[in-house]
T-cell receptor
């Protein structure tokens, strides 16, 4: 049973370019969460999605960031016009249902470097 | 805002010693979870303790929860070099679906 799959694992972008990070949840999981980790920091919640719905995007920056989880295919975190401050590790997690009180499963992360 | 805050920020011990990490939080919680992260890797779930539990064990791990003090501790007994990693506590606030993480404790176990 494959775990949460994220790609790419490492991504280098120049300032102003776009970054697209993909997340395939575990089989049977319909809930996806994105977190960002700055160097030497803990993870910060960004967005929570179910298939075709954004449930909670309270952690998403107001501009340049967007997320989707289409009916078919992986969840995508998109960062437009990247800046150096976007350099971070982006982690996706999934759960089979509303997870309060249960465990969510994390992917290995996508490390974005903006040069 | 940060919910969990781990203490100490860094801890260095010898193999075979016990390691204790603490976590404090601010608001009421449904449960508290501990995760481990090896350098450059994702998070691995270690243990979950619910708000109505006081202590939980899993192998060499022992977690306590004191809701009156809004604090938790993670004890790793008989540490090994392979335990070297960062350890994070995370809380789920009432009515929320998001985990809120602290900044973590960086544990180094010297062989």
């Amino acid at each position: 049973n494959a775990g949460v799959m994220q790609n790419p694992r490492h991504l280098v972008r120049r300032r102003g370019q776009e970054a697209r990070l993909r997340c395939s949840p575990m089989k049977g999981h319909s809930h996806v969460y994105w977190y960002r980790q700055l160097p030497e920091e803990g993870l910060k919640f960004m967005v929570y999605l179910q298939k075709e719905n954004i449930i909670d995007e309270s952690g998403m920056p107001k501009e340049r960031f967007s997320a989707e989880f289409p009916k078919e295919g992986p969840s995508i975190l998109r960062i437009q016009q990247v800046v150096r401050g976007d350099s971070a590790a982006y982690f996706c997690a999934s759960s089979p249902q509303v997870f309060s009180g249960n465990t969510i499963y994390f992917g290995e992360g996508s490390w974005l470097t903006v040069v | 805002s940060q919910q969990g805050e781990e203490d100490p920020q860094a801890l260095s011990i010898q193999e075979g010693e016990n390691a204790t990490m603490n976590c404090s939080y601010k608001t009421s919680i449904n449960n508290l979870q501990w995760y481990r992260q090896n350098s450059g890797r994702g998070l691995v779930h270690l243990i979950l303790i619910r708000s109505n539990e006081r202590e939980k064990h899993s192998g060499r791990l022992r977690v306590t929860l004191d809701t009156s003090k809004k604090s938790s501790s993670l004890l790793i007994t008989a540490s090994r070099a392979a335990d070297t990693a960062s350890y994070f506590c995370a809380t789920v606030q009432g009515g929320s679906e998001k985990l809120v993480f602290g900044k973590g404790t960086k544990l180094t176990v010297n062989p």
